[in-house]
């Protein structure tokens, strides 16, 4: 067993006593005392303690999404994986592993996103090594026939048919799959129709996935709330010291620079205002250099219910009621996606027009010094906000830990908001939202 | 939260509402002090107000449907005498404090999240908004088309799942002040006025139907001015109760189709229930209805039957009162409290060539657990479930506030207490004979959103057992008992069935 750094832990908890959760810039952002380590296997658990009496949430940490799926017409197993998980194993098959997380009363579930799966459960404390025995032994021993395999795969369309019910599927879809030419993140997480309707077929594909991605180097376990640390250590070891590790590397390809911009007109056949996406291609995450968080601020200049945009086409035109914009930390560089619902349906040309005129503008205007710092105040306040119980908590660090593998991350990145200046907002628009790195979709409802 | 910063504004924050605290009907200006509920959490920083008032969808009147939403939205979305909207947003924006209405059949509640080091002014702008909003033309002409577009787009278009569950509050509350959607009907939102919004406003923001909340890090006293506040601002209420007449009786399988170009049929079951959480019977149907559909886990009998075995859909539930889903928690929203609630069943949406089977293996499995009840060991692990996660409900200041407040208006002990102590004390037979006085599988409202509605009720009606088709070999354990789902007998009362192109649902009140 390798121990991890604890770089923290004794300044935050006297932030901890003095005040809780500090949202200062002159503070880090993420307060609470936390201790790490590190399996021989290459397991690393992170311990967060969080004031929560008899409360504890266990996060299991893949670093593995959609981006993993690399191979033509296997879109959607990360997704369909995450729901296999809960298909049992020798000792607990399925109906005895629902009923020992029923008998916890625990919250337990899971998601998938492009870049990671987490296996999340909030408990009792008491629970924790019920929790770790159940959690340890799906990872290390799955077991799943082929006729619950192809079961499942009635329950992933079903989830797909709900989701697609609403057009801004439809749109995400699209926008993917214009904008991305080879890279995964053309596909979104929950997979192509055409894919989800073949997986009955691709049982081994499924077994071959979790040979590849369920290993311990490619996981952390991070657990927040009321736990002795010595005893988590112990248990970790117990239960997780079995685990194989492997060796798979994807091979992701690089998506080219993007020459021109790409558009495209797309139908609803149900009742529904127009919407419309401009995308452009984004900086990766990244807590060392200023182009992301100079993205995010600019997120908040641009479309945050200050901004001029928000201010004309809401409350002055009154030609929008959903306008949104950002990119969502991934660990390849996303898409900036713009998305608006139009309530007029004869002025998308002019929202259009007035969305890319203020992104312009943004090129050659240096923002005013207090908004910039409002910006700021409100994405520190904003963030510490939701770092309320431990499920919320856990999963804010293991974003940061899926993206980097380091806990501090998520202090690092929120210093260097405070260090974005109006020329890097200038300079990082000016990179980025070029007409030739963008791509527009309209949807419109279906003529009669 | 936790990923980058994608900032979006949705517009409204559009709460669902809620409401009837039993009021007070003094003329003596003073608030029931009983009626302030507090949830101190001295070490946070973060602290969280709500005021829930009396008023609610049933308050709209005929042909004005959706005027207590858009007066909610109004103050969650407007202004204040000092401030417009425009500056108001521009004042909250560097705190990254929120204020929020929800408003749904009875009760109306504003919501205010802020962290302690902007309190004071924070507080200044939230009282403001409650006892006197802007009420701005152009504010009223935003929001009233925001709400417009939620029943034109939003529900008709763009969430099948949400379609049907208002199809079935429809049709369940037919003739019923529930009827209409917590947003309005078409129509009436159309005809509403913002003289109309002021009025209602006057009217039903009162001292004597109001009742405070404050949670997390606040100052000593802090409970008490907000208290002192309104009750020196606020108008005096007329103190009448509202009339709330009982749900029409249903007449065997009622059937309501919304017709639309759907991908997937969803399906939803319901009936009005005689309790509330008021009620003794409320616990032990709250084991048997975890046992039955818990919500978004596999503990029900309807998600492991359905989709754990059958792999029919994405998910299947039941549940005893209105439920909303918390954000992407699996807990119910606080503060949608009623004083009539009712049962249903939500089947996600399922391929159309499995609907018919779907829609009759749900409801005989409804009608197993009225005839044979729970086994002893089914008890007793639903009921160490809940006991264990009633816990969870509250992880936050904010929700545990809004549970407290739950239990004001219900007149229970706090929620979370009342089904640790009431659940400790029931028995099997306790559970049973509680399910056999309030549930039933034979008369019931059911709403199905599909594209070819004729199809289906042909199926329906017609004396040929309904298709399964799956993606497997499956065990002739699940066949033997496919066959006694497809020769389960609806009790379709034909009087009862309703075809609706989705273009013509919530324009009115039918």
């Known amino acids: ?314 409350l002055s035109d009154q030609v929008v009621d959903v306008l949104s914009g950002g990119a969502v930390d991934h660990r390849d560089p996303p898409l900036f996606e713009v998305l608006i619902r139009i309530t007029k349906p004869d002025q998308i040309d002019y929202v259009r027009d007035t969305v890319l005129a203020e992104i312009e503008r943004m090129k050659t205007e240096p923002v005013d010094p207090q908004l910039l710092a409002d910006t700021k105040s409100a994405m520190r306040y904003s963030f510490a906000s939701g770092l309320n119980s431990p499920g919320p908590i856990a999963e804010t660090l293991g974003h940061y830990l899926q993206l980097t593998g380091d806990p501090e991350t998520v202090n690092r990145v929120y210093e260097l908001y405070d260090q974005v200046t109006a020329d890097d907002i200038q300079a990082t628009a000016a990179r980025y939202f070029a007409e030739t790195n963008r791509t527009v979709v309209v949807l419109t409802q279906e003529a009669e | 939260m936790m990923s980058r910063r994608h900032t979006a504004w949705l517009g409204g924050g559009l709460g669902l509402a809620l409401a009837m605290v039993a009021c007070s009907a003094a003329d003596t200006p003073a608030l029931p002090s009983a009626q302030g509920v507090a949830q101190p959490a001295p070490n946070s920083p973060l602290i969280t107000l709500r005021v829930m008032f009396d008023t609610g969808s049933i308050d709209d009147p005929a042909g004005r449907e959706g005027l207590n939403a858009l007066t909610a939205l109004m103050i969650g979305q407007g202004g204040t005498a000092d401030l417009s909207y425009q500056e108001l947003t521009a004042t909250l924006y560097p705190w990254a404090a929120s204020i929020s209405t929800q408003a749904d059949k009875e009760v109306t509640t504003v919501i205010g999240e802020v962290h302690v080091d902007h309190l004071k002014p924070f507080y200044d702008i939230f009282r403001e908004l409650i006892v006197a909003p802007r009420f701005d033309e152009a504010d009223f002409a935003r929001n009233r088309d925001f709400l417009s577009n939620g029943i034109v787009a939003g529900l008709r278009g763009n969430d099948d799942e949400e379609l049907g569950k208002q199809a079935l509050n429809a049709w369940l509350y037919e003739g019923h002040p529930y009827a209409a959607t917590e947003l309005g009907t078409e129509e009436g939102l159309a005809a509403i006025t913002l003289d109309d919004v002021a009025a209602h406003h006057g009217a039903r923001y009162t001292r004597d139907n109001v009742m405070v909340g404050v949670g997390g890090g606040y100052p000593d006293g802090f409970l008490a001015r907000v208290e002192a506040d309104l009750v020196a601002a606020l108008p005096a209420g007329d103190g009448a109760a509202r009339a709330l007449p009982e749900p029409r009786h249903l007449q065997g399988h009622e059937l309501l189709f919304v017709e639309k170009d759907a991908i997937a049929t969803a399906i939803s079951i319901g009936f009005p229930l005689e309790i509330t959480r008021s009620d003794d019977d409320f616990y032990p149907l709250m084991v048997a209805n975890s046992y039955l559909g818990e919500h978004r886990t596999f503990n029900g009998r309807l998600m492991n039957q359905m989709r754990g075995l059958r792999g029919l859909n994405y998910g299947d539930y039941s549940y005893i009162e209105q439920f909303i889903q918390d954000g992407g928690s699996t807990f119910p929203v606080p503060n949608i409290p009623r004083r009539q609630q009712f049962f249903s069943i939500w089947i996600r949406p399922v391929p159309h060539h499995n609907a018919a089977f779907a829609l009759r293996q749900a409801i005989r499995e409804l009608a197993l657990l009225v005839d044979e009840g729970l086994l002893e060991e089914d008890f007793e692990a639903t009921r160490e479930y809940l006991v264990n996660y009633a816990n969870l409900y509250v992880q936050t200041t904010s929700r545990r506030l809004g549970y407290a407040m739950d239990s004001r208006f219900y007149g229970t002990d706090f929620f979370v207490d009342e089904i640790r102590s009431r659940l400790m004390e029931l028995t099997v037979e306790d559970v049973n004979a509680a399910v056999r006085r309030h549930l039933q599988a034979d008369h019931l409202a059911i709403a199905i959103v599909t594209s070819d509605a004729e199809g289906f009720r042909d199926v329906l009606l017609s004396d040929e057992p309904p298709s399964i088709t799956y993606n497997t070999e499956v065990s002739d354990d699940i066949l033997g008992e496919d066959e006694a789902i497809k020769g389960y007998e609806l009790s379709i009362n034909t009087e009862r069935i309703r075809i609706v192109p989705v273009e013509e649902m919530f324009k009115r009140v039918s």
Not at chain 1, 33 to 57: K, Q
Not at chain 1, 192 to 211: G, K, N, R
Not at chain 1, 260 to 265: D, H, N, Q, V
Not at chain 1, 273 to 302: C, G, K, N, R
């Open chain 1, 1 to 314: 067993m390798r121990r991890g750094p604890n770089q923290w832990c004794l300044l935050a908890l006297a932030w901890l006593v003095l005040s809780g959760v500090t949202a200062s810039s002159q503070e880090r952002i993420f307060p609470f005392p936390t201790t790490e380590f590190e399996l021989d296997n290459g397991l690393r658990v992170v311990g967060v303690d969080y004031d929560s009496p008899g409360i504890v949430a266990y996060y299991t940490v893949v670093r593995t999404g959609s981006r993993n799926e690399v191979e033509p017409g296997f879109s959607g197993y990360a997704h369909f994986f995450e729901h296999m998980m809960f298909r049992g194993t020798e000792k607990y098959p399925t109906d005895a592993y629902t009923d020992a997380v029923k008998r916890l009363g625990a919250d337990s579930n899971a998601f998938t996103t492009d870049d990671w799966t987490a296996y999340h459960t909030v408990a009792s404390a008491d629970a924790l090594e019920t929790i770790i025995d159940l959690e340890s032994d799906r990872f290390l021993n799955l077991d799943y026939s082929i006729d619950d395999y192809r079961t499942e795969a009635g329950a992933i369309l079903g989830e797909y048919n709900l989701n697609f019910s609403n057009p801004v599927a439809l749109l995400r879809e699209s926008v993917r799959d214009l904008a991305y030419t080879t890279h995964p993140y053309k596909h979104t997480t929950i997979g192509l129709l055409e894919d989800i309707q073949a997986m009955p077929e691709h049982y081994d594909y499924s077994v071959e996935f979790y040979d590849r991605y369920y290993r311990p180097e490619n996981c952390f376990i991070v657990v927040v709330g009321d736990f002795d640390p010595t005893e988590l250590e112990r248990l970790a070891e117990q239960y997780y010291g079995a685990w194989e590790p492997g060796d798979f590397e994807p091979t992701i390809s690089v998506e080219p620079p993007q020459t021109e911009e790409r558009t495209a007109e797309i139908t609803w056949p149900n009742p529904t205002l127009p919407w419309m996406t401009i995308a452009y291609h984004a900086p990766a995450f990244s807590d060392e250099t200023i182009d992301m968080p100079a993205m995010d601020v600019l997120s908040q200049l641009l479309f945050s219910q200050t901004s001029p945009l928000f201010q004309q086409l809401y």
